[in-house]
């Protein structure tokens, strides 16, 4: 069964302001929280519980890129 499309769900990856390192991957709505998500979340690389802030996920997967010629 395919996904809707037509969804306010965004993917977005959250990143460590420790190391800068993107290890989570989750959605969110957009409609009921606008700001950027923050969370404390553990860090593997730095070994301990820092925040993440949000950003936007682009590995390829949500927009489509122009072919080259």
Known sequence: ???KTNTK???I???SELTGHRTYVTRKNTMNTP???EL???DPRARKHVK???TKK???RNEVK???H
């Open 35 to 37: 700001d950027k998500l």
């Open 66 to 68: 122009a072919k080259k």
């Open 13 to 15: 990856a959250l990143v």
């Open 1 to 3: 069964m395919a996904k």
């Open 9 to 11: 769900r965004k993917i």
């Open 40 to 42: 404390m979340k553990y």
């Open 58 to 60: 682009n590995l390829g």
């Open 52 to 54: 993440y802030v949000e």
